[in-house]
C-alpha cells in the first residue's frame, strides 16, 4: 500500500514539475520577445538626457515631451496618414485583384502548376533586384515621390501571397456546395460571389492583415519611391537620425504609434490569421 502511494506521489510531482517548468519556459519566451517593446515604451517617456543615460535609468521621472515634439512640432501625423492610406488602398486592391485569380485557379486550374510557381517567384526575389527597373518605371508615369508608387510597388508583394492562399482556401470548398448552387441556376460569378466567397472569410480576413502589415512596415520601397509628405512613418522616424545627433525618444514614440495598431489588429484577427493560415496546410 505505501509502494503505491508513493509511486502515485511521485507520478504527481513528476506532472507538477513539468507544469512548473512550461510555464517558466513560457514565461522566459514571453519575457524575451517584450523586453523590445517594453524597453521602446520606456524610452519613449523619457527625456533626451535620461534615453541617453549609461547605464539605463530605470527610475525616472515620465515625461510626453518627445510625443508632443514628434506630432505637433515635426507633422508626423502627415506620415502616419500616409502610412495608413498606402497600406489600407494596397490591403484592398490586393484582394480585390486575387480574389478573381485564385477562384479561377482553383476551379479551373488557369495556368496549372506553372503558373502558380510563377506567381510565388515573384515573391522570392529580393525587393533590390525589382528597384531598378521599378524605379524608371514609375519615374516615366510621374509616381515617384507619391504614395500611389507605394500602392502598386506593394503589390508585387503581397499579391503571390494571397493568390497562393486564396486559391487553397478556394479548394477546399467541398464539391457538394458548388454543384448545388449549379443545379439552382446560378452563375459562375453568383457561385463564386455567393458561396465561394463567404466560405473562405478567414483567409480573406488573413490577406487583409498580412497585406495590411508588411504594407506598414515596409521601408527599403518607401524610402527610395517617397518623398516629404507623401514619406511612411517608417522612411520619417529614419529621418531623426541625423550626422550630428540622434533623437532617440523621439524615434521611440514614433514607434509606440507604429506598435499600437499592429498590436491591436493582432489581437483583433488572430483568429482568423490561425483558421485563414492553415488552409495553407494541404499544399
Known sequence: MATANSRDWGSTATAASKWLLVRLVAIAVFAFFLFPILWVLLTSIKTRVDAFAFPPVWVFQPTLDAYVQLLFERDFLINVWSSVFVAAINSLLVLVLSLP?????????????????????????????????????????????????????????????????????????????????????????????????????????????????????????????????????????????????VFWNQIMAGATILILPLLVLGYVGQRYIIRGMTFGAAE
Not at 485569380?101 to 522570392?124: N, P, Q
Open 101 to 245: 485569380a485564385a477562384w479561377s485557379m482553383a476551379r479551373f486550374d488557369t495556368g496549372g502548376r506553372d503558373l502558380l510557381m510563377y506567381i510565388l517567384s515573384i515573391r522570392f526575389l529580393p525587393p533590390i533586384v525589382v528597384i531598378p527597373p521599378m524605379f524608371i518605371e514609375m519615374n516615366v508615369l510621374g509616381l515617384v515621390g507619391t504614395r500611389y508608387a507605394l500602392v502598386l510597388l506593394y503589390l508585387l508583394i503581397n499579391i503571390p501571397f494571397a493568390v497562393w492562399l486564396l486559391r487553397t482556401a478556394f479548394q477546399n470548398i467541398p464539391d457538394s456546395f458548388v454543384d448545388a448552387a449549379k443545379m439552382d441556376g446560378a452563375t459562375e460569378f453568383e457561385v463564386f460571389y455567393y458561396v465561394g466567397i463567404p466560405m473562405v472569410k478567414p483567409a480573406i480576413i488573413t490577406v487583409l492583415l498580412i497585406s495590411f502589415i508588411f504594407a506598414w512596415n515596409e521601408f527599403i520601397f518607401a524610402i527610395i519611391f517617397t518623398a516629404g509628405e507623401s514619406a511612411t512613418a517608417p522612411v520619417a522616424l529614419s529621418k531623426l537620425i541625423t550626422g550630428r545627433e
